[in-house]
């Protein structure tokens, strides 16, 4: 899970509400549709997004576009990243789709802030979460669009993230093989799985080494994840990373995943994580699939729908769950988890 020191650096950032002004703003260039601009192949689950639910989120992505900054960003590279797997996650793409120069915007500030070393750091702050995150966008926008500029900036990103893995086989704040813990690490699992998908060369034993330091959080008794192998307790949030980090690196029909979705059903959420636990969860229960995933997607779907839950103005700002970081991030991953059955991220297909 995510803890105080990691977070801490959000919070300025994702509490800031501006209104965007893109049209001065460098945007990329607008990459070809292919014919007819067919949607992803459908899936054989039977989770769709209704009327109601498309609704909700077009309210929320009207928000997001009227919070983004005049730098293009929504905050630092963390929240931009959120930001803009919303919108991309609903088919939205540089210069394409009703918010094309939104998501230009969004994808110029960040690689307009990576410095040398290919760390996606802004004015407002960050580290490794946030530079995972940021990456991991970046490599959907390659992914979707083939975009060799921003390819460039993300094998950096991604040569950065392979440097920085330490000797367990994590990932902790700082771009340093030093420390390692749960939440960290999976952010960087999911950026190195969206680069191994458009085709940058990652090493096997990155992952392979990933993969043995998430087993090393695993407590065998509960079928939970912890924070670190040696942290007490285990928890919702950092279990739905576990599975993640499992099925990331290929290993879908693990016995681990199935107890971990059991450990998932049994505890069902993490208040003082959950927004960062159900975006993992999501992920990770829509690979598992079938009445699994039926049945999370209908019980999101109807608590982020509530009456009255999203705001009028569009989006979801809960003071009792991780309200420190601010709608922009709430709203975030509110939209992920809903926009999920429109598989337009490669990162969410099977």
Known sequence: MLNTHCLLCWVSASVIIGVATVGGLGTLPAQPPPPDDPPPAPFDDR???????????DRALRFLARVQQPDGSWGNTAMTGFALLAFMANGHLPNQGDYGKVVSAGVRHLITHTREDGYLINSRGGNMYCHGIATLALTQVVGMTGDDEVRKVTRKAIDLII???????GWRYDPAPTSADISVTIMQVMALRG???????????????????INRCRDNRTGGYKYMPYSAGTGFARTAAGICVLQLCG?????????????LERVGDDRAHFWYGHYYAAHALNQVGGEVWERYYKRMRDFLLAPGYQRPTGEWHDPRREPQYGPVYQTS???LILSIPAHYLPIYQK
């Open 47 to 57: 989770v769709v997004i209704d009327a109601q639910t498309q609704a909700a989120i």
């Open 163 to 169: 440097r920085a893995q330490n000797h367990e086989g």
């Open 195 to 213: 680069a191994k998908d458009i085709g940058l060369h990652v090493p096997d034993r990155t992952m392979e080494n990933s993969l043995k330091y």
């Open 251 to 263: 290993k879908y029909d693990a016995d681990e995943i199935r107890q971990g979705v059991n450990y």
């Open 333 to 335: 991953i509110a939209v």
